[in-house]
């Protein structure tokens, strides 16, 4: 099992920045893919980003490509999700999720372990 405990979430004014962290505990994630979803008020959870175990390729939803960087460091159990230039439509709850496939996918079902989430509020 591995449990995922997401951090850093806020109200921050538009154009701002956060940076959102995820700890693993259990086992170590370093043969997980991992990636970051995000559902806000009234719609269906979408992925954000992901990283392969591996770590080599990380993938973006066109949203966020260019103003968030996903990361992780596997020595600290760790992910990380840096987010910039944030706009009122990045408003939502902010998850973190693990499967133990080598792609990353942006199903939600294909992810086998899940954060309790945290939420960011990005004000106009």
């Known amino acids: 099992q591995v449990q995922l405990v997401e951090s850093g979430g806020g109200l921050v004014q538009a154009g701002g920045s956060l940076r959102l962290s995820c700890a693993a505990s259990?086992?170590?994630?370093?043969?997980?893919?991992v990636g970051w979803f995000r559902q806000a008020s009234g719609e269906e959870r979408e992925f954000v980003a992901g990283i392969r175990s591996s770590g080599v390729i990380t993938s973006y939803a066109d949203s966020v490509k260019g103003r968030f960087t996903m990361s992780r460091d596997n020595a600290k159990n760790m992910m990380y999700l840096q987010m910039n230039s944030l706009k009122p439509e990045d408003t939502a709850v902010y998850y973190c999720?693990?499967?133990?496939?080598?792609?990353?996918?942006?199903?939600?079902?294909?992810?086998?372990?899940w954060g309790q989430g945290t939420q960011v509020t990005v004000s106009s």
């Open positions: 259990g086992r170590t994630i370093s043969s997980y893919t």
């Open positions: 999720a693990a499967r133990l496939g080598v792609v990353v996918s942006t199903a939600p079902t294909n992810y086998d372990y």
